[in-house]
T-cell receptor, first 116, second 115 residues
Framework: AQSVTQLGSHVSVSEGALVLLRCNYS??????LFWYVQYPNQGLQLLLK??????LVKGINGFEAEFKKSETSFHLTKPSAHMSDAAEYFC??????????????FGKGTKLSVKP | DSGVTQTPKHLITATGQRVTLRCSPR?????VYWYQQSLDQGLQFLIQ???????AKGNILERFSAQQFPDLHSELNLSSLELGDSALYFC??????????????FGEGSRLTVL
């Protein structure tokens, strides 16, 4: 069965430091992968997605993620954290079989805190 | 503002009761998705409608039902409520029939508390 694992439910970085949020997936076929962000008291919004084109995907707000098939990973990075990046980040994989094909399975989320 | 409107934002009710959550998708979006977000289960896909028809079912309990109306708004009905149904319920919409071919636009959610 397809699944997504996000390592670390909480990550804290200092403003200006590198942000690295980890996501590993399991899928028997090349997946579509996504990162969504949820700011406090808001719904989720799409940061970026991988759909089998370039392995390095650039998203909004300076975030990017690299698809590594050999490691089954899709980690999210940002070179320099900003206070406004404090939010919860969700990795997701698309289902490619069954009646819910095309729908997304979300990881449990990683809450990012940014210290001044 | 995603363009997806959910009402009510907050709802407190008692066990055994029934509630209805409403969602208006973005203008032009044909698909509506319902998700349940709780601390222990995370974000769980419940059900999807596309242009009035049920498209996909996820982990939706038999006590829950949904529909999408001709004007494309959707309602999620939760009945015989239990304490464990307390959660944040999100509605999302997309233009196409698959969540992975475009982008999901989420509403701000309806927070349900069952006492």
């Amino acid at each position: 069965a397809q699944s997504v694992t996000q390592l670390g439910s909480h990550v804290s970085v200092s403003e200006g430091a590198l942000v690295l949020l980890r996501c590993n997936y399991s899928s028997s076929v090349p997946p579509y992968l996504f990162w969504y962000v949820q700011y406090p008291n808001q719904g989720l919004q799409l940061l970026l997605k991988y759909t089998s084109a370039a392995t390095l995907v650039k998203g909004i707000n300076g975030f990017e993620a690299e698809f590594k098939k050999s490691e089954t990973s899709f980690h999210l990075t940002k070179p320099s954290a900003h206070m406004s990046d404090a939010a919860e980040y969700f990795c997701a994989v698309s289902l490619n079989y069954g009646g819910s094909q095309g729908n997304l399975i979300f990881g449990k989320g990683t809450k990012l805190s940014v210290k001044p | 503002d995603s363009g997806v409107t959910q009402t009510p934002k907050h709802l407190i009710t008692a066990t055994g009761q029934r509630v209805t959550l409403r969602c208006s998708p973005r203008s032009g979006d044909l698909s509506v998705y319902w998700y349940q977000q709780s601390l222990d289960q995370g974000l769980q896909f419940l059900i999807q409608y596309y242009n009035g028809e049920e498209r996909a079912k996820g982990n939706i309990l038999e006590r829950f039902s949904a529909q999408q109306f001709p004007d494309l708004h959707s309602e999620l009905n939760l009945s015989s409520l239990e304490l464990g149904d307390s959660a944040l319920y999100f509605c999302a919409s997309s233009v196409k029939g698959r969540a992975d071919t475009g982008e999901l636009f989420f509403g701000e959610g309806s927070r349900l508390t069952v006492l």
